[in-house]
């Protein structure tokens, strides 16, 4: 199976602040790669995919590029209901797998 | 407005078999656009796809869990359903299903349901 390696594990951050969250595939994956917003309790949200096609919906601060293995997904300003846990998903392949998870949190 | 909602049991005894099911509402599980999986997340850890139905009846599973998982659909019922046999307190999960097919990838999911924890214990 193809191993997502998401970066940082958690970071904090401030309302504003522009953020990078970073996904890396053990071999190239094309543009197969999906971003999800989970907030406890809660299932995970849809927020990219094709690696930067925004879901409709999700507003514009969020942006997400790359391409092969190396992928961000960018947040341009932090909003407060920005902070919860983000997960990278290559669906390039079968079985699909799921980045680590980055917890952003408030600083 | 596509909505999902898993039920089932929450607790199972070691060794017997877990069965959850999805019922779908505001879309039709049998459009022959969309596949149907169920991905499950141990309590405070990651996300692990188990599997998914295609309206035609085809399944794919993690090769990890192939040997003890299937995965049904009710078209007449709008449903579908995961069963997943000789589980382990390893199987302890909060169990989601989805939908899948956007964008044409099976594993792109748009719609979830809210989840449904499942506790392995005797």
């Known amino acids: 199976a193809i191993q997502v390696t998401q970066s940082p594990s958690s970071l904090s951050a401030s309302v504003g602040d522009r953020v990078t969250i970073t996904c890396r595939a053990s071999?190239?994956?094309?543009?197969?790669l999906v971003w999800y917003q989970q907030k406890p309790g809660k299932a995970p949200n849809l927020l990219i995919y094709?690696?930067?096609t925004l879901q409709s919906g999700v507003p514009s601060r969020f942006s997400g590029s790359g391409t092969g293995t190396d992928f961000t997904l960018t947040i341009s300003s932090l909003q407060p209901e920005d902070f919860a846990t983000y997960y990278c998903?290559?669906?390039?392949?079968?079985?699909?797998?799921f980045g680590q998870g980055t917890k952003l949190e408030i600083k | 407005q596509v909505q999902l909602q898993e039920s089932g049991p929450g607790l199972v005894k070691p060794s017997e078999t877990l069965s959850l099911t999805c019922t779908v509402s505001?879309?039709?599980?049998?459009?022959?656009?969309?596949?149907w999986s169920w991905i499950r997340q141990p309590p405070g850890k990651g996300l692990q796809w188990i599997g998914y139905?295609?309206?035609?009846?085809?399944?794919n599973y993690d090769p990890s869990l192939m040997s003890r998982v299937t995965i049904s659909l009710d078209t007449s019922k709008s449903h579908f359903s995961l069963k997943m046999r000789s589980v382990t307190a390893a199987d302890t999960a909060v169990y989601y299903c989805?939908?899948?097919?956007?964008?044409?990838?099976?594993?792109?999911?748009?719609?979830w349901g809210q989840g449904a924890l499942v506790t392995v214990s005797s």
């Open positions: 989805a939908r899948g097919g956007l964008n044409g990838k099976a594993t792109t999911f748009d719609y």
């Open positions: 505001g879309g039709s599980v049998s459009s022959g656009t969309y596949y």
């Open positions: 139905i295609y309206d035609s009846g085809t399944t």
């Open positions: 071999q190239g994956i094309r543009d197969d």
């Open positions: 094709g690696a930067s």
């Open positions: 998903l290559q669906d390039y392949t079968y079985p699909p797998t």
